[in-house]
């Protein structure tokens, strides 16, 4: 089955540039999304297919997805961006696979 | 605007099966391309894709929890209901529904979640 790594926690001052990655065997060959997770909250799909954004998601929110890595970028970050944040890619053999989230903390 | 509900018992027992209903508005399961899963997120730990259907009955599961695991759809209520079998505590969790399409791949509109309990 198809796995994806991300770290536990990523600490980023307030203002900087947040980077969250997404570990997955070839997974510049898939397409990626992201999810922002609130406390108490459902998830929010914060960009899709590797570097869109839905509508209403700031521009601060880009992604890139290269050879065996993700990644979900947030510039200038801000108190609000504390989440938990997930990425998630379609697998042919596994279907729908999340990973298993980043703590962002703002500091 | 699309939105989803989930409704289902808050407490079950081991071994007792669960069916959870997801309620939805603003799209329709006839509609080609549109499809409905189910997400949970035990406390304190990460998203897992549950099932999910789509508009033309193609159903897919979780491979690890397929054995215990029916998603079925009423077009007509507008609902998609999810069963799971032999209930262990460690399946409490929120469970979510949410909308997807083909061949999106991915989830845009959550609903609220509801939290269920196994426990004797």
């Known amino acids: 089955s198809y796995e994806l790594t991300q770290p536990l926690s990523v600490s980023v001052a307030l203002g900087q540039t947040a980077r969250i990655t997404c570990g997955g065997n070839n997974i510049g060959s898939k397409n990626v999304h992201w999810y922002q997770q609130k406390p108490g909250q459902a998830p929010v799909l914060v960009i899709y297919r590797d570097s869109n954004r839905p509508s209403g998601i700031p521009e601060r929110f880009s992604g890139s997805n290269s050879g065996n890595t993700a990644t979900l970028t947030i510039s200038r970050a801000q108190a609000g961006d504390e989440a938990d944040y997930y990425c998630q890619v379609w697998d042919s053999s596994t279907a729908f696979v999340f990973g298993g989230g980043t703590k962002l903390t703002v500091l | 605007q699309i939105t989803l509900k989930e409704s289902g018992p808050t407490l079950v027992k081991p071994t007792q099966t669960l069916t959870l209903t997801c309620t939805f508005s603003?799209?329709?399961?006839?509609?080609?391309?549109?499809?409905v899963g189910w997400i949970r997120q035990p406390p304190g730990k990460a998203l897992e894709w549950l099932a999910l259907?789509?508009?033309?009955?193609?159903?897919r599961y979780s491979p690890s929890l397929k054995s215990r695991l029916t998603i079925t759809k009423d077009t007509s209520k507008n609902q998609v209901v999810l069963t799971m079998t032999n209930m262990d505590p460690v399946d409490t969790a929120t469970y979510y529904c949410a909308h997807s399409g083909w061949p999106t791949g991915y989830f845009d509109y959550w609903g609220q979640g509801t939290l269920v309990t196994v426990s004797s």
């Open positions: 603003g799209f329709s399961l006839s509609t080609s391309g549109v499809g």
């Open positions: 259907i789509y508009w033309d009955d193609d159903k």
